[in-house]
């Protein structure tokens, strides 16, 4: 009976140690370990997000149409530059040209016309190398014979007459220009007063629609990189920001870095009708090349140094040159050392 109970005891010693063993949980890898080492390698740190870039036209109105018939032809596209003489379009197959002066056309220019008109007319054609007088308001024979010149350019009669229609007066030439296309298109009938003739700034504006969070990473002159429709990339700088309490959105401007223009020579691949929506990277964190840690590999002490530490405890103090994304380029270490991660036990910075 003695012997029973002994074993007994032996057996049920023997079943809670086995139950302890196997049930104990297994230790967690990240409390047995406080920290690990990483090498001191050559690399590249740098944040940016991609958004769309809003590019638009704001053309206004700077021509009105004076002639009266059917337009049979269109002579410019949208965005087009035109300077003097350039012809927009022909009604009942008679030119329609462009000019520059301040003065609309309101009558037809011949014979003894005098005013600011007939000098905005003699303008453009001394322009067109038609006419070597002086531009002085007064219609002269030069000034009938240069109309005359003109008109066989144009394959018109030849009357010596301007006629009312023939010429759209605009402030400034040379200029970029569109037509509204509900008004003058082949077919359509005009008969003279239509606002036809629109003009376009030297460049389309550009902006970021952004959310709260986005506006508060791109501060003023925060570097955009803008893809334009033929695949090249325009520099650009953000400026200021807008909100728009109604919508609960922010517009972000954009302009070039030097205060320039964003598309430079090429503004004419941005389309003049509607909103032109190019894919552009806003660099929030400027690319740097070097020596790359962690971030969490960084320590500071008391006075505001900056250091790593190595494999035998020793503080190495580093200039930190950016960091992005949870890794810095560092400076004052040598490559190939090994630092902490955590930089110090039990992952307090």
């Given at each position: 009976m003695v012997i029973a109970i002994v074993l007994a005891a032996v057996v049920v010693g023997a079943a809670g140690w086995a139950?302890?063993?196997?049930?104990?949980?297994?230790?967690?890898?990240?409390?047995?370990?406080?920290?690990?080492?990483?090498?001191?390698?050559?690399?590249?740190?740098?944040?940016?997000?991609?958004?769309?870039?809003?590019?638009?036209?704001t053309p206004t109105p700077v021509g009105t149409n004076q002639a009266a018939g059917v337009v049979t032809g269109v002579a410019v596209q949208p965005g087009d530059e035109v300077s003097q003489g350039s012809v927009l379009y022909t009604v009942d197959l008679r030119a329609v040209v462009v000019a520059e002066g301040e003065v609309p056309a309101f009558r037809a220019i011949g014979?003894?016309?005098?005013?600011?008109?007939?000098?905005?007319?003699?303008?453009?054609?001394?322009?067109?190398?038609?006419?070597?007088?002086?531009?002085?308001?007064?219609?002269?024979?030069?000034?009938?014979?240069?109309i005359k010149a003109w008109q066989k350019s144009l394959g018109v009669p030849q009357t010596g007459i301007a006629e009312l229609g023939d010429v759209i007066f605009v402030p400034s030439l040379p200029t970029r220009v569109s037509l509204d296309s509900k008004v003058i298109a082949r077919g359509k009938s005009v008969s003279g007063g239509e606002e036809v003739l629109l003009g376009l700034p030297s460049a389309p504006t550009f902006i970021l629609p952004v959310t709260e969070v986005q506006a508060g990473m791109i501060p003023t002159g925060t570097q955009v990189q803008v893809t334009s429709p033929d695949g090249s990339v325009w520099e650009a700088?953000?400026?200021?920001?807008?909100?728009?309490?109604?919508?609960?959105?922010?517009?972000?401007?954009?302009?070039?870095?030097?205060?320039?223009?964003?598309?430079?020579?090429?503004?004419?691949?941005?389309?003049?009708?509607?909103?032109?929506?190019?894919?552009?990277?806003?660099?929030?964190?400027?690319?740097?090349?070097?020596?790359?840690?962690?971030?969490?590999?960084?320590?500071?002490?008391?006075?505001?140094?900056?250091?790593?530490?190595?494999?035998?405890?020793?503080?190495?103090p580093v200039t930190v040159v950016t960091s992005a994304r949870g890794m810095s380029v560092v400076e004052g270490v040598e490559e190939g050392t090994r630092v902490r991660v955590p930089a110090v036990e039990g992952g307090a910075g």
């Open positions: 139950a302890a063993t196997v049930l104990r949980p297994a230790d967690d890898p990240l409390e047995a370990t406080d920290f690990t080492y990483v090498r001191v390698e050559p690399g590249t740190v740098g944040s940016s997000i991609n958004l769309n870039t809003v590019a638009e036209w014979l003894d016309a005098q005013g600011a008109d007939v000098a905005q007319l003699q303008g453009m054609l001394q322009s067109l190398g038609l006419y070597a007088g002086a531009p002085d308001g007064k219609a002269g024979a030069g000034t009938v014979q240069a700088v953000s400026t200021d920001q807008v909100a728009d309490a109604e919508t609960q959105t922010i517009t972000v401007g954009l302009a070039g870095p030097d205060g320039g223009v964003i598309c430079g020579d090429s503004c004419g691949l941005v389309p003049v009708t509607g909103e032109a929506l190019l894919s552009s990277v806003i660099v929030t964190v400027p690319t740097a090349d070097g020596l790359v840690v962690p971030s969490a590999a960084l320590v500071t002490d008391a006075a505001g140094q900056v250091a790593v530490v190595d494999e035998a405890g020793a503080r190495l």
